[in-house]
Nanobody, 129 residues
Framework: EVQLQASGGGSVQAGGSLRLACAAS????????IAWFRQAPGKEREGVSCVSNIDGRTYYGDSVKGRFTISSDTAENTVYLQMSSLEPEDTAVYYC??????????????????????WGQGTLVTVSS
């Protein structure tokens, strides 16, 4: 059974940092792309970042480039999202997702939530000004 367990959310002040973790089990971790999405109240789910466990490439949404860093620990089957310089606009429920996406397709598809069949539960990040 595929399981994704997201953790690490919390409340911080603007300018602060948080690290989210997505612990995966039940599938061949090395063959999957793992992505982080977020959804704020009244807004669509937004692709934040993605890592390909096949070739190690990483991808970021424009709103988080330079502030967030995604990494993958293949020994622990866990993907991390280090979030720094947090802004109130980063407030959302953050989800991790996994899918076996061909590497050539990742750049054009990773932001689309419909691409992913496996989802973890959300973890809430609240950034106050």
């Amino acid at each position: 059974e595929v399981q994704l367990q997201a953790s690490g959310g919390g409340s911080v002040q603007a300018g602060g940092s948080l690290r989210l973790a997505c612990a995966a089990s039940g599938f061949t971790f090395d063959s999957y792309a793992i992505a982080w999405f977020r959804q704020a109240p009244g807004k669509e789910r937004e692709g934040v970042s993605c890592v390909s466990n096949i070739d190690g490439r990483t991808y970021y949404g424009d709103s988080v480039k330079g502030r967030f860093t995604i990494s993958s620990d293949t020994a622990e089957n866990t993907v991390y999202l280090q979030m720094s310089s947090l802004e109130p606009e980063d407030t959302a429920v953050y989800y991790c997702a996994a899918e076996r996406i061909p590497t050539v397709m990742i750049p054009s598809t990773w932001r689309n939530p419909r691409v992913y069949n496996y989802w973890g539960q959300g973890t809430l990040v609240t950034v106050s000004s």
